[in-house]
Nanobody
Framework: QVQLAESGGGLVQAGGSLRLSCAASGRTFIHYAMGWFRQAPGKEREFVSAITWSGDGTYYADSVKGRFTISRDNAKNTVYLQMNSLKPEDTAVYYC????????????????WGQGTQVTVSS
C-alpha cells in the first residue's frame, strides 16, 4: 500500500501558475503509475493527468492540455503537476492518485488517493 500527501494548492489569479506536489510513502514508488484528478463543488471527480511509472508516458485531459505538465522524480518519491495559464474553471480540490496496474485515468478504478489540496483561481 502507498500513502499520498498533496501540497502546493492555494489562491491564484487567472493567468497565474501553481505547482502541486504529491509525496508518496510506503511501498516502492516506482511500482506505481501516478495521476491527478480534480473535483469541483457539485461535480464528479474528473481526470486531469497521469504518468507511467518510468515517466516516459503522460496523459492529459483535453481541458488542461498545453497548460498543465505532469512529471515525477522517482528518487524523491514525488509527482508534480505544473499548472500554467490557470482559469477560474480550474478551481477544484486536486487529488493525487496511484495505481499499480495502469496509469490512473478513471476515478472509480483507481487504487489509492491522497487527501486533496484546494486550488482556487480568481477572475
Amino acid at each position: 500500500q502507498v500513502q499520498l500527501a498533496e501540497s502546493g494548492g492555494g489562491l491564484v489569479q487567472a493567468g497565474g501558475s501553481l505547482r502541486l506536489s504529491c509525496a508518496a510513502s510506503g511501498r516502492t514508488f516506482i511500482h506505481y503509475a501516478m495521476g491527478w484528478f480534480r473535483q469541483a463543488p457539485g461535480k464528479e471527480r474528473e481526470f486531469v493527468s497521469a504518468i507511467t511509472w518510468s515517466g516516459d508516458g503522460t496523459y492529459y485531459a483535453d481541458s488542461v492540455k498545453g497548460r498543465f505538465t505532469i512529471s515525477r522524480d522517482n528518487a524523491k518519491n514525488t509527482v508534480y503537476l505544473q499548472m500554467n495559464s490557470l482559469k477560474p474553471e480550474d478551481t477544484a480540490v486536486y487529488y493525487c492518485a496511484a495505481d499499480s496496474r495502469i496509469p490512473p485515468r478513471i476515478a472509480t478504478m483507481t487504487q489509492y488517493w491522497g487527501q486533496g489540496t484546494q486550488v482556487t483561481v480568481s477572475s
